[in-house]
């Protein structure tokens, strides 16, 4: 549903991408860190994340998919680390099959969540910038969920970040994840604002695409919705997301050190076509 002049004047119209100033983070680079006016993603939004996100996202057709990646690449792994793992719900799922999960994010509220819920289930958590991290032992594979990759702005982090996935990897082991096409951020999410309204959650989410850098920017907004009493208080995010073309992520996994690479439209086995809205990658 799209924003008529009645929401607007409840959330009024954000800075293009074109005009934002750009998010840096703390060395200078471009980040999903928002400016001082306003939260850092998922700082506030985690509180509500899950009862949010499961009306959206079907978690369990997406773990369903990574086990049928496994087995079309004859892998059975005991370990497993789920990188940018957020509130652990499809971690929680791979656990509940048998894997032993590493879950990783930077986000100290995300991970109280999930440590808070998870219930004698084998997850370690970490608190690691997916940019910059190491762990104690290897693992067998390595998946990351949702668009989190999309995060990274500039080709230099995906390599960071994949060159620590890859030392974190035995021999042979398996990366797989997805992210949102450039079709899917120019088109899909474009330039528009839409409301939703989830778990007693309601939010305006106000999106910019800047086609020249291929960044999406997201302006949240949202306020729980109590059942008795006024709604309460509003809360802003800006997340930003770089749309990436398939060789683009290749050649960086090939700096990384990945020498195999398959990319598809996410769901199946098949190549992306210039109206795919994500991509799933699979690397060895």
């Known amino acids: 549903m799209y924003v008529d002049t009645d929401i607007r004047s409840i959330c009024p119209q954000r800075q293009t991408s074109q005009d934002l100033t750009p ?59 789920d990188l940018a793992c ?21 986000s100290p509220e995300m991970l109280q969540i999930l440590d808070s819920k998870k219930q004698g289930l084998p997850i370690k ?40 996935v890859r030392r974190a990897l ?20 474009g330039t528009r604002t839409t409301m939703r309204e989830a778990g007693g959650v309601q939010s305006v989410w106000q999106n910019s695409y800047d086609a020249e850098s291929r960044v999406s920017t997201l302006h949240l907004t949202f306020w729980e919705i109590p059942k008795v009493g006024p709604p309460g208080t509003k809360f802003e995010e800006i997340h930003q997301e770089r749309a990436y073309y398939p060789e ?20 199946g086995f098949i190549a992306p076509g210039p109206c795919t809205t994500r991509m799933m990658v699979v690397a060895k």
């Not at 993603?41 to 899950?50: G, I, K, L, M, R």
């Not at 035995?170 to 999410?189: C, I, K, Q, S």
């Not at 683009?248 to 769901?267: D, K, N, P, S, T």
């Open 248 to 267: 683009e992520v290749e050649r960086c996994l090939r700096q990384a050190g990945f020498r195999e690479v398959y990319i598809y439209q996410h769901g």
């Open 125 to 164: 958590t970490i608190r690691a910038d997916i940019r910059d991290f190491s762990l104690p032992s290897q693992v067998d594979a390595a998946v990351c969920l949702y668009d989190s990759l999309n995060y990274l702005l500039v080709e230099e982090d995906l390599v960071c970040c994949f060159s620590c």
């Open 170 to 189: 035995v021999e042979g082991g398996l990366f797989a994840f997805d992210m949102n096409t450039v079709y899917g951020l120019a088109e899909f999410w």
């Open 86 to 106: 957020g509130t652990g719900i499809p971690t929680m799922l791979l656990a509940r099959r048998g894997h032993e999960i590493i879950a990783l994010d930077r």
């Open 23 to 81: 998010l840096l983070d703390s060395q200078g680079r471009p980040s999903i860190l928002a400016s001082p006016m306003v939260e850092e993603p998922f700082s506030q939004f985690a509180s509500y994340y899950d009862r949010f996100m499961v009306k959206y996202v079907d978690y369990k057709s997406w773990v369903e998919y990574f086990e049928r990646i496994f087995k079309r690449f004859g892998l059975h792994p005991k370990t497993i680390l």
